[in-house]
């Protein structure tokens, strides 16, 4: 189970359902959700000054983060290439674009969830997939 | 995590009289491994807390539905808002054009009022000028009417005065002769019969005249009226 899990996303709503799933589902203990890009890049400037007490293990970023100064892939690469935290990380969205996805992978995202009703399958499948993704083995899957 | 004897005692009692329980992820990270009622009260408490997250989601996602719905009634309306907002400044833009070509038409129509009463005006002067020119017409025909019998009456007159002065003349140098014949007692029966034939001739001839130019007057002055 992950220990603590982040969302970025702006829609409030989707910040209960994903915490019912991951509940439900036994993905996670804690979950931190923020709504902007420019909050979670605040806390991983925070971090990456040495105080790692309360880092996520795993961090979700929806793609399109209305009222945030950057989108969710461009948060990513900043984790990624400017923060150095190596945090499992990548998209849900429900988009489904090639070419974001592509983008996602530059960037340095591990996987896309498609956003939908029914969230509980594709968690379930990730869950399973995670530990591919913390030792950095797992390729990069889009779970449709 | 580890609880003592009596806090899971206090946990068991809170939950069977008050139906008060754990709930959340604490439920998760609990050690119930030496105690088999209490884990049996946690069990209790993570399927209390598992229906509950089920409903809350499922709940949740009848709302995030909706919203969704709204989001797009409210795009929706926004666009037949817009779509109405461009109807309403075409049909603003047609006005202002409809009047501006209304303005055009009520110029162009006082300009053809203003033509045509112009052309009225002309028209009756026209008229007028006419009625003068058909007057003058009329005055000169007239005049030259008048002319005509003007010069006939001095021709008549001429011709009157020179055949009274040939007759007259003619009947001066016979009756001349014919005194002439009687002083110097010349033979005067042939020049006798012929002065008196001569005279009956020219005064007949005379008379004649005269009756032929009264009947031509008076033929035209029949005419005249």
């Known amino acids: 189970m992950i220990d603590t899990l982040m969302l970025v996303d702006d829609e409030d709503l989707f910040h209960l359902v994903f915490e019912d799933a991951c509940s439900l589902l036994d993905i996670s203990l804690s979950l931190k959700s923020l709504n902007s890009s420019d909050e979670a890049a605040k806390l991983f400037q925070k971090w990456l000054q040495g105080d790692f007490s309360d880092r996520p293990e795993c961090v979700f970023v929806d793609l399109n983060i209305i009222g945030s100064s950057f989108d969710g892939i461009e948060l990513i690469r900043k984790i990624n290439f400017e923060y150095g935290n190596n945090v499992v990380i990548g998209i849900i969205s429900s988009s489904n674009e090639p070419e974001e996805q592509a983008k996602a992978v530059q960037a340095g995202a591990q996987f896309w969830i498609i956003k939908s009703d029914d969230i509980e399958p594709r968690l379930e499948e990730f869950k399973k997939d995670y530990e591919g993704y913390k030792t950095r083995t797992a390729p990069f899957k889009v779970y449709r | 995590m580890k609880l003592n004897k009596e806090t899971k005692e206090e946990l068991i009692n809170l939950l069977e009289k008050k139906n008060i329980g754990l709930e959340g992820n604490i439920l998760k990270i609990i050690d119930t491994s ?192």
Not at chain 2, 82 to 90: A, V
Not at chain 2, 97 to 119: C, G, H, M, P, Y
Not at chain 2, 141 to 162: H, P, R, S, Y
Not at chain 2, 192 to 201: F, P, R, V
């Open chain 2, 34 to 225: 030496d105690d088999s009622d209490f884990a049996k009260y946690v069990e209790n408490c993570k399927e209390k807390d598992k229906e509950t997250r089920k409903k809350r989601l499922e709940i949740t996602k009848q709302v995030q539905e909706k919203n969704k719905e709204l989001l797009e009634v409210n795009a929706e309306n926004q666009r037949i808002m817009s779509e109405l907002q461009l109807t309403f400044k075409e049909v603003e833009d047609a006005k202002i054009t409809f009047e501006v070509q209304n303005r055009e038409l009520i110029a162009w129509k006082q300009d053809n009022e203003r033509i045509s009463l112009e052309l009225q005006q002309e028209m009756a002067k026209s008229e007028l000028a006419r009625i003068g020119a058909e007057e003058a017409k009329t005055m000169a025909i007239n005049d030259l009417d008048v002319l005509q019998k003007k010069t006939q009456t001095e021709l008549i007159g001429n011709i009157v005065k020179i055949a009274l002065g040939v007759i007259i003349s003619i009947g001066v140098i016979t009756t001349f002769m014919y005194i002439l014949a009687l002083v110097i007692n010349k033979d005067t029966q042939m020049i006798g019969s012929t002065w008196s034939n001569m005279l009956g001739i020219l005064l007949t001839n005379a008379f004649s005249i005269i009756g032929t130019i009264m009947g031509v007057k008076y033929s035209g002055k029949d005419k005249e009226g």
